[in-house]
């Protein structure tokens, strides 16, 4: 959150420069680190579009949780499991996007490939 305190550089612009940084660095790491370098560089742009992505997917999952009885994610879970929430179109739907919502920041070549998958 931008202010005067913190004018900047922004956490995001941090985690953007660091990124940038590791990835130029891919060609002057030796071999049996570059997994590692990998998986670092992942990281981060995890948390970029987190970042970006987040408050608002957030907010949409509360959205849709105002629709249900259920306080928690954890809650619907136990009930979907024990039988007491019936498996329709609108629970579907609902599940469906709270996972695209999180494919989005964690994964979202996949949300891609399914898209494709799926035709």
């Known amino acids: 959150m931008p202010g005067e305190l ?3 550089p922004s956490a995001l612009e941090l985690v953007v420069a660091v990124r940038e940084f590791m990835q130029e660095l891919r060609a002057d ?3 049996g680190r570059n997994f590692e370098l990998r998986v670092a560089i992942n990281a981060l742009q995890i948390v970029e579009r987190e970042m970006l992505a987040g ?3 957030e907010e949409e999952h509360q959205g849709r949780d105002q629709d249900t009885d259920y306080a928690t ?3 619907l879970a136990r009930a979907i499991r024990a039988g007491e929430v019936p498996i329709d ?4 739907s609902r599940l469906l996007a709270d996972a695209t919502a999180r494919l989005a920041v964690n994964s979202p070549r996949f949300i891609d490939s399914y ?3 799926r035709r």
């Open 6 to 8: 913190f004018s900047g």
């Open 29 to 31: 790491v030796p071999a």
């Open 55 to 57: 408050a608002a997917a």
């Open 73 to 75: 994610d954890e809650d």
């Open 89 to 92: 179109e609108r629970l579907v």
């Open 115 to 117: 898209a494709e998958d």
